[in-house]
């Protein structure tokens, strides 16, 4: 069945560190791809996409994300974090007939 | 520009009671949708139309209806509220083809039933 996992329900980095969200797939074709954020209060905004050519992509605020099509992986990479950064991140898979979500990664920021 | 704006904003029911979201976008998007957002679980679809005149069942349909008004317009109805559907709702929409497009979201409808 096809899914999406983000392992990591929440994340602490401190302000200026690297950060690393990770997503995994599970999906029988090369998939649509999305990153997107939500902002307390706010709906969901997208980070950056992946449909096919350049495995990295790069995404607005800084963020870029890898596709790795042999550990099915698009996770998602910044290299320095700002107190802004803190929201809740979903990894998407987007199909012919569904999209799905993965169930969110909190991430806090430590001043 | 607006985008995608949802109405109302926060809603309390009563459970049996009935009620429409409603949701209007102003990109030209063919797509459009509805989602529930409930703690821990992600965002899951419950409709969907591709296009204007057509209506899809998502991931949790059970419970709601829709109504592509025009291509601006698409509307959720809960005929007889309850507890279950205690939810945060998000309608988006997309150009071009259903899934492998971005969504553009609104602000959410945050609704309890009693």
């Known amino acids: 069945a096809q899914s999406v996992t983000q392992p990591d329900i929440h994340i602490t980095v401190s302000e200026g560190a690297s950060l690393e969200l990770r997503c995994n797939y599970s999906?029988?074709?090369?998939?649509?791809l999305f990153w997107y954020v939500q902002s307390p209060g706010q709906g969901l905004q997208l980070l950056l996409k992946y449909f096919s050519g350049d495995t990295l992509v790069q995404g607005i605020k800084g963020f870029e994300a890898e596709f790795k099509r042999s550990q099915s992986s698009f996770n998602l990479r910044k290299p320095s974090v700002h107190w802004s950064d803190a929201a809740e991140y979903f990894c998407?898979?987007?199909?012919?007939?569904?999209?799905?979500f993965g169930k969110g990664t909190r991430l806090h920021i430590l001043p | 520009n607006a985008g995608v704006t949802q109405t109302p904003k926060f809603q309390v029911l009563k459970t049996g009671q009935s009620m429409t979201l409603q949701c209007a976008q102003d990109?030209?998007?063919?797509?459009m949708y509805w989602y529930r957002q409930d703690p821990g679980m992600g965002l899951r679809l419950i409709y969907y139309?591709?296009?204007?005149?057509?209506?899809d069942k998502g991931e949790v349909p059970n419970g709601y209806n829709v109504s592509r008004l025009n291509k601006r317009e698409f509307s959720l109805r809960l005929e007889s509220a309850a507890p279950s559907q205690t939810s945060v709702y998000f309608c988006?929409?997309?150009?071009?083809?259903?899934?492998?497009?971005?969504?553009?979201f609104g602000d959410g409808t945050r609704l309890s039933i009693l």
């Open positions: 999906y029988g074709a090369t998939p649509y």
């Open positions: 988006a929409s997309s150009s071009g083809w259903v899934f492998n497009q971005p969504q553009h």
């Open positions: 998407a898979v987007g199909a012919r007939d569904k999209i799905i």
């Open positions: 990109m030209n998007h063919n797509s």
């Open positions: 139309s591709a296009s204007e005149g057509t209506t």
